[in-house]
């Protein structure tokens, strides 16, 4: 059974900083791109970041150099470093695995991220 489990979220104020982790089961973890999506009532699901097996980034513009992707292999786990943060940020962040190759994707559960001003 395929589990993504996010944790990390919370409340923050404006300028503060939160870090996500993503824990995954029940994949071959280096087979799936890794990313972070969020959404906000109302509106779609946009990707904010997500990362190769080997470690190629790629970012929403509205987060470059404020948040970085990572990932741990060895522990199956994906993580998203939130600096700088704003109440634009402020959305329900979702962990996703995408194994392109053969259409196959997952959802985490979603983790709450709000950030005051």
């Known amino acids: 059974q395929v589990q993504l489990v996010e944790s990390g979220g919370g409340l923050v104020q404006t300028g503060g900083s939160l870090r996500l982790s993503c824990a995954a089961s029940?994949?071959?973890?280096?087979?799936?791109?890794m990313g972070w999506y969020r959404q906000i009532p109302g509106k779609q699901r946009e990707l904010v970041a997500d990362?190769?097996?080997?470690?190629?980034?790629n970012y929403a513009d509205s987060v470059k150099g404020r948040f970085t992707i990572s990932r741990d292999n060895a522990k199956k786990t994906v993580y998203l470093q939130m600096t700088s943060l704003k109440p634009e940020d402020s959305a329900v962040y979702y962990c996703?695995?995408?194994?392109?190759?053969?259409?196959?994707?997952?959802w985490g559960q979603g983790t709450q991220v709000t950030v005051s001003s």
């Open positions: 990362i190769t097996a080997v470690g190629g980034t």
């Open positions: 996703k695995a995408d194994f392109r190759l053969y259409s196959l994707n997952y």
């Open positions: 029940g994949i071959t973890f280096t087979s799936y791109i």
